[in-house]
């Protein structure tokens, strides 16, 4: 048997390796599960309105603009990627751009966060332009239980895109003004794209259930 000492100074070395979990990001992520069940109870609202109102159900659901909405869901998908890319630049502590302008692999962590703003207004701007086609239609919210469900989930996702719109800028805000790009700067972007990555998952599942489900029925 070889018996093998620890000193003090070799197990507090030992200790400050460990590396745990960042609880910025931890909070968040626990923060992630609560809305989770919020969307659920949203969900439920249109599977119980398919149940007990198929025929209104059908009714509003020919109003809806699938080809449109199809495209402002590939533009949310996508600036998944965009923002993944941006968490990939941060991780390499590169805040901005190496090269030129259309050197895309060179872009650092600002450009493609920008990018994701951009698209991400967009499919906002797309849901407000949705609305009011529906409401010249005839669907105002108060039209029916329909109406009440689509705005108020489809409502409350936009606030969620809206909040992470604004979390993209406070991100580039902070990039700009640190001196030295470092650990907290990526551990911040990080999380911000928990964040837009779940609000792009809940679309993706409402987009199946509000806009696709209908024409599977």
């Known amino acids: 048997m070889v018996s093998v000492t620890t000193t003090p100074a070799t197990y507090s070395q030992a200790m400050r390796s460990v590396k745990r979990p960042d609880p910025v990001a931890?909070?968040?992520?626990?923060?992630?599960?609560?809305?989770?069940?919020?969307?659920?109870g949203l969900f439920a609202i249109f599977f119980t309105l398919r149940s007990t109102s198929p025929e209104l159900w059908a009714e509003?659901?020919?109003?809806?603009?699938?080809?449109?909405?199809?495209?402002?869901?590939?533009?949310?998908?996508?600036?998944?990627f965009t923002c993944q890319a941006g968490v990939f630049?941060?991780?390499?502590?590169?805040?901005?751009?190496?090269?030129?302008?259309?050197?895309?692999?060179?872009?650092?962590?600002v450009e493609w966060f920008f990018l994701t703003f951009f698209m991400g207004a967009i499919f906002v701007s797309g849901q407000v332009w949705e609305y009011a086609q529906l409401v010249t239609e005839g669907m105002p919210i108060s039209a029916d239980a329909y109406a009440s469900a689509f705005y108020l989930t489809t409502g409350?996702?936009?606030?969620?895109?809206?909040g992470g719109l604004i979390a993209f800028l406070l991100v580039i805000g902070r990039a700009f003004a640190v001196k030295n790009f470092g650990r907290k700067e990526m551990t911040t972007a990080i999380v911000v794209s928990y964040?837009?990555?779940?609000?792009?998952?809940?679309?993706?599942?409402?987009?199946?259930?509000?806009?696709l489900l209908p024409f599977v029925s």
């Open 89 to 109: 630049a941060a991780e390499r502590l590169q805040p901005y751009r190496t090269g030129g302008f259309w050197s895309f692999r060179q872009w650092g962590m």
């Open 60 to 80: 509003r659901s020919d109003l809806l603009n699938v080809p449109f909405a199809t495209v402002n869901t590939i533009i949310l998908i996508l600036s998944s």
């Open 26 to 40: 931890v909070g968040t992520i626990v923060w992630l599960g609560s809305e989770v069940m919020f969307f659920a």
């Open 195 to 211: 964040y837009w990555h779940f609000v792009d998952v809940v679309w993706v599942a409402l987009f199946a259930v509000i806009y």
């Open 156 to 162: 409350f996702h936009a606030l969620h895109v809206t």
